[in-house]
């Protein structure tokens, strides 16, 4: 059952942990307001970001960002790869973002609303590509260059849409991702997890069908059938499709931000 977190008026006590899924990196901050709020938090990351093998091209794309009308930066794990090559953003080139957690990102880069042009979707609960191309004016970008920073792997439906609206698309790689090993440490913990109640922040699409993947490789259909059972709580549409699609029947859907995710965790899901 899938539905869209709206606070009831009380809050309880003995709530199950919380396990966190994002990338290590990213993951201690909401841990430590997970705790402050009452909860335990679980860091079981699913996805690793690593840096290029080679940069030149995404070093190269940056040195020229006055040729760009508009510059879209995919997720916060794109901002902060970029701004390593950036001492300053230029005011006249607009950003476009598809979450809360990219402005977060941009603001600890000194980037915000009052030193750029920052297009994002207008529904938090709708923030992705989609949501993204509804904000932008594609017309006034006809024919004109626009920089998608991304991984090196991701959805299309971004760069598709630009193309087909007669606007030409330069996409650069910022970083990689890849699954977690399966390690005896990771094969432990997740075995814990499985057996235990919990509920799961899941940030991306990748990182659910990475974690059903691991569960068929620690404990085959047994294991589905527990991950299935346990709380799902995420905070786009298309994750929450995703996991429909998976299985599960416990989906909360809170909308773009830590703060939103962090008021569902404070009442039972």
Do not use: C
């Not at 923030?127 to 932008?136: P, R, W, Y």
């Not at 005896?184 to 993947?213: D, F, G, P, Y």
């Amino acid at each position: 059952m899938r539905q869209r977190f709206s606070p009831p008026a009380y809050r309880s006590t003995n709530l199950p942990p919380v396990v966190i899924t994002r990338p290590a990196a990213q993951a201690a901050e909401l841990a430590q307001q997970i705790a402050a709020r009452g909860r335990q938090p679980v860091i079981f990351p699913l996805l690793e970001i690593l840096p290029l093998n080679d940069s030149a091209p995404l070093q190269a794309a940056l040195a020229q960002l006055d040729r760009y009308a508009l510059v879209v930066f995919v997720s916060p794990n794109a901002i902060d790869a970029a701004f390593r090559y950036l001492s300053h953003w230029p005011q006249q080139v607009a950003i476009g973002i598809v979450g809360e957690g990219s402005r977060i990102a941009l603001a600890r880069h000194a980037v915000n609303g009052q030193n750029a042009t920052i297009f994002s979707p207008a529904d938090p609960a709708k923030t992705d590509s989609e949501g993204l191309l509804q904000a932008l004016d594609l017309p006034a970008l006809r024919d004109r260059q626009v920089l998608i920073v991304r991984g090196e792997s991701g959805r299309e439906l971004l760069a598709d849409a630009l193309l087909a609206a007669g606007i030409k698309v330069v996409p650069v790689a910022a970083y990689r991702r890849q699954a977690p090993a399966l390690t005896t440490t990771v094969e432990a913990q997740l075995r814990q997890l499985l057996n235990t109640e919990n509920a799961w922040i899941v940030t991306s699409s990748e990182a659910l069908r990475i974690l059903m993947t691991l569960v068929q490789q620690v404990e085959s259909s047994a294991g589905v059938a527990k991950i299935q059972q346990q709380q799902i709580v995420v905070p786009h549409a298309r994750i929450a499709e995703t996991a429909h699609a998976l299985g599960f029947t416990k989906i909360t859907l809170t909308g773009s931000g830590d703060e939103r995710l962090l008021d569902a965790l404070q009442f039972p899901l």
